[in-house]
């Protein structure tokens, strides 16, 4: 984003009201702390607990990295809008935020990926589980995420820094994002809007047909299982992936594909926060809740706490 006159840009945030702000500023507090806390207590337990040290968790453990810095990346700087008033966030600001929580929100789309397909080796290769998911391999899964992230978002990126800001710098926003920067540059924008559009229909899809496909292989196994025990094991050790990737994966498309959505910006500013302050809460009480392991890890960790504070 080339600025000629413009340094720094106005936030407009999702209201003017001040009771509605202070309302917004209680619920993305508390969501926050939520999710920060929650993804938190999901990292140390895969890090302390011998029995999360399992493919599974290690995807899950950097989930919850990504969830934290996504999330991170946008709502502490609003809430400090909020708090002081102070909407004016500076160009190269504007630029980390848009380049961060793109790289964590596209990353997160290709380790939902990997993760089904760890639940596929689990469910439909078990016996070769321990060698197809090794160490090394989960270490390269997790990597590749992140460098295809990078990959996905540097054409628009690089197309970005060369928009052209000159008579207005307000965004119709709470941060920084790629649509209200563009809709204020004075820049032919086409390309860049159909190179995001191509960005993210490329992410969907390749990310959504390996997570379709190894749930219809895993779906298919299940139903060849003898008891009904074993099929509800199975379904356990699924459906909470299953949950997230509905959340995400609905969000995303409802910004991305709806023509409608784009142009109404107040529905598009309401999905947004939901995306940075509802998922991240939601998804670490999604996967505690409903597995067994991790309550188990939790209490096991808890009752430690409660015995070293006795001696």
């Known amino acids: 984003m080339r600025n000629g006159t413009i340094t720094t840009f106005i936030l407009l945030g999702l209201t003017d009201d001040p009771e509605l702000q202070v309302l917004i500023f209680i ?40 969830e934290i810095s996504f999330t991170s990346a946008v709502i502490p700087r609003y809430l400090y809008s909020i708090a002081t008033g102070d909407n004016v ?3 190269n600001a504007c630029v980390i935020q848009v380049f961060f929580t793109d790289l964590c929100g596209v990353s997160e789309f290709f380790l939902l990926a990997a993760m089904s397909y760890d639940r596929y080796v689990a469910i439909c290769k078990p016996l070769h589980y321990v060698i197809i998911m090794s160490n090394s391999v989960c270490r390269i899964l997790n990597i590749c995420c992140w460098v295809a992230g990078l990959c996905i978002i540097i054409p628009p990126l690089s197309l970005g820094l060369n928009l052209k800001f000159c ?14 920067l563009v809709k204020i540059s004075c820049s ?32 298919k196994t299940i139903f060849r299982f003898p008891s009904v025990q074993q099929r509800k094991k199975a379904y356990s050790t699924c ?28 529905i598009n500013k309401v999905v947004s926060l939901l995306i940075f302050s509802i998922s991240p809460t939601l998804n670490p ?9 991790v309550k ?11 015995l070293l504070s006795t001696k």
């Open 296 to 306: 188990k890890a939790f209490e096991d960790s808890i009752k430690r706490i409660a």
């Open 188 to 219: 032919d924008t086409r390309f860049m809007e159909w190179t995001v559009i191509i960005c993210a229909i490329l992410t969907l899809n390749m990310t959504l047909t390996c997570v379709v496909l190894s749930y219809a292989y895993i779906i």
């Open 167 to 180: 008579d207005s710098n307000i965004i119709d926003h709470f941060g920084c994002d790629a649509f209200p």
């Open 89 to 91: 966030i500076t160009y």
């Open 239 to 266: 459906s909470s992936h299953m949950i997230v990737v509905s959340i995400t994966y609905g969000t995303c498309i409802f910004i991305y594909m709806n023509p409608t959505a784009k142009e109404k910006v107040t």
């Open 285 to 293: 009480f999604i996967y505690t809740l409903r597995n067994n392991q």
């Open 27 to 66: 619920f993305l507090f508390l969501t926050y702390t939520l999710s920060i806390t929650g993804n938190l207590t999901i990292i140390i337990l895969t890090f302390v607990d011998p029995h999360l040290k399992t493919p599974m968790y290690f995807f899950l453990k950097n989930f919850s990295f990504l």
